[in-house]
Each structure stands twice: as C-alpha cells, then as structure tokens.
C-alpha cells in the first residue's frame, strides 16, 4: 500500500461527512447578498475582489449536495470508456458560454468530485471567470498514478472526457487540470502523458513519483504550479519511499524543460493561522516560454490552501489554492 493511499479512508471521510451535512442545513438558509458578475483574482494570493458579494446555492448532485452560486449550475455526466462507465461532474456557468476555458479538478483518494468541489470552493471561480469545472470519478476512489504499478486506464478516461467536452463546444486551446493528493499524482501523470491536450497543470499535495519521473516522456512541455505543505505527514515535504522532495520534483521538472533561474518571495502573512507562504518561480523554462511555481507552506498540512480541509489538517488561509491555480493556469495555451 502507498503511504498517500491511507489518507482517504479516514480523515477525509470525515470530510465527507461534514460537507454534506453543513451543505444540506445551509440549503434552506442562503445568503441572500447580490449576485457577483466580475472579479479580479489578485494573482499573490488567489483571493477575489469581487464586484458584489456572492450569493452561494447548493445543488443536490447523485445525492450530495454541491455548492454552486446564482448563475452557475451543478450536472451530472457518465463516459462510456473500455466498455466502462465513467462518471463526473460539471460546474458551469448558467446559461453555458460558448467555447470556454476548462479546469478538470481530481479528487483525492477517497474523495467523491461532489466533495472535492465544496472543499475548493471552486464554484466561486467558475461564476466569476466563465469556466467549466469538470471533475471525475477515479474507479473505487483512487486514481491509478503511478505507471510503475497500475496501468493508463485513466489516462485513457480522462483523454476521453477532454474529447467530449471539446465535442460539447468548450475550447480544445484552454483545457487545464490540478488534483488533490492522489489527483494531484494523477496530474502529474496526465502531465506526462496527455500534454498534447492538457496546457497547463496546478499539483497540490504530491510530489513527483519516482515511478513516474523514470518513464515520464511529454510531447510537450507544460508549465506547473506546485503547491506543499512542510508539515504535510502523508505526502512529506522532504520525501519518503516513492515519493521525491519538493526540492527534487521541481529539480526534475527545471532540468527536463531547461529552466533558467529561481525568483523567490514571501506572500502576505493575511492570516493568523501557524502558517507561511513562500513562493519561489523557476523561470525561463522551454526558451521563456513558460515557467514553473513552487508554494512551499511553512506548517502547512495535507491540505487544499484556501480550502475546507481545515478541520483535519492544518491548513493556510493567506492564499487561495483555486484562485491561484486558475490565474496561473489560464495565461497558458496548448
């Protein structure tokens, strides 16, 4: 068993748990504020300023209710793939825009998408920015990440569903992906293995595998946002077995796109917390075309920054791991 396979069953369960219970007593008391329509994602700490407050409702999705705002809607969706059948969740604007950008969110293990939608708070970003947030299922609760010991079934699922949102009408240039723990393994590999249709990546709680690192051939290169907690016990900073440091994952990425440089900073300290942000850019990557981001949280836990993830693990509120995935992410084009 990997180290990163024991999270889900417990404590994020409990998340599950929690979620859908603060979701189905909020149903009936909604805020009530004016509904936003623009946005700027301060591109230091992911944060919105919005242009009016916005007005959160819940959508009951295969029995879970998913946090969605006025304007945006909340489907669900199935992907015959292999003779099997996939499923996934879609967060869009309502009505939905012609030829918008995508970002595909992956659970971790033991994560249902519902849930990993609620936990990002990703709704918020797809009402102000007019993307589609698409999030799929892995089989059983865990992504097969490591080509070392499982094969591509999903890759091949996820390749399937990029084809059919393009088919749906969404922008074939502007498709992104960032995970969660195994979803951010899985990131990685689809980083390795679909960068002819994936422009750009955002990976928080997972480092590189070493399984992955030794086969990984992209046709292209893709630019990476990292994000890692120094007090994160299931995927440790520093590394363990399988799973390189974060220093050595963002070496691996530097040496094999021929990164030129390193610029550091500290972002605002905008909440009492335990915690720290330091983000350090490795720049110059594939001839300047493209650069990759490391957000070392100093204290920070197995957690999505910004996130609902608090009550398990320690977790940053001086940035916003959505709103900063999305900002980086979306200046890329594939």
Request: overall charge positive.
């Amino acid at each position: 068993m990997k180290k990163n396979d024991l999270l889900p069953s417990c404590g994020i369960a409990v998340l599950l748990l929690g979620l859908s219970m603060a979701a189905g007593n909020a149903a009936a008391a909604l805020r009530t504020a004016a509904t936003a329509t623009s946005a700027v994602i301060d591109p230091v700490s992911g944060f919105q300023t919005l242009g009016a407050a916005l007005k959160r409702t819940w959508t009951l999705v295969n029995g879970s209710y998913v946090q969605t705002t006025s304007g945006t809607t909340a489907v669900a969706a199935t992907l015959n793939v292999g003779g099997v059948s996939r499923r996934y969740i879609v967060v869009r604007p309502n009505p939905a825009p012609a030829n918008a950008p995508v970002l595909l969110l992956l659970h971790a293990s033991g994560v249902t998408p519902e849930t990993m939608a609620n936990l990002s708070e990703v709704a918020d970003y797809v009402q102000t920015q007019g993307f589609w947030a698409v999030l799929p299922a892995a089989i059983g609760g865990s992504w097969r990440d490591d080509p070392s010991s499982s094969n591509k079934d999903d890759t091949l699922f996820i390749s399937a569903l990029v084809d059919s949102l393009v088919a749906q009408g969404v922008d074939a240039t502007r498709i992104y992906a960032g995970g969660y723990s195994s979803g951010g393994f899985m990131a990685e590999r689809l980083a390795c293995e679909l960068s002819d249709k994936i422009a750009a990546f955002g990976v928080d709680a997972a480092t590189l595998r070493t399984g992955l690192a030794n086969v990984c051939a992209p046709l292209k290169p893709r630019a990476k946002a990292y994000f890692l907690g120094t007090a994160d016990t299931i995927v440790p900073y520093d590394g363990y077995f399988n799973m390189k440091s974060a220093v050595s994952t963002m070496a691996y990425w530097s040496a094999k796109q021929g990164c030129g440089g390193t610029l550091a900073s500290t972002i605002p300290d905008r909440a009492i917390d335990g915690t720290t942000v330091q983000l350090t850019r490795y720049t110059g990557c594939n001839g300047g075309a493209l650069e990759n981001r490391l957000y070392t949280v100093t204290g920070g836990g197995h957690a999505w920054p910004g996130g609902l993830t608090g009550n398990l693990y320690v977790t940053s509120q001086d940035i916003k791991a959505t709103g900063l995935i999305w900002s980086f992410v979306s200046g890329y084009r594939r």
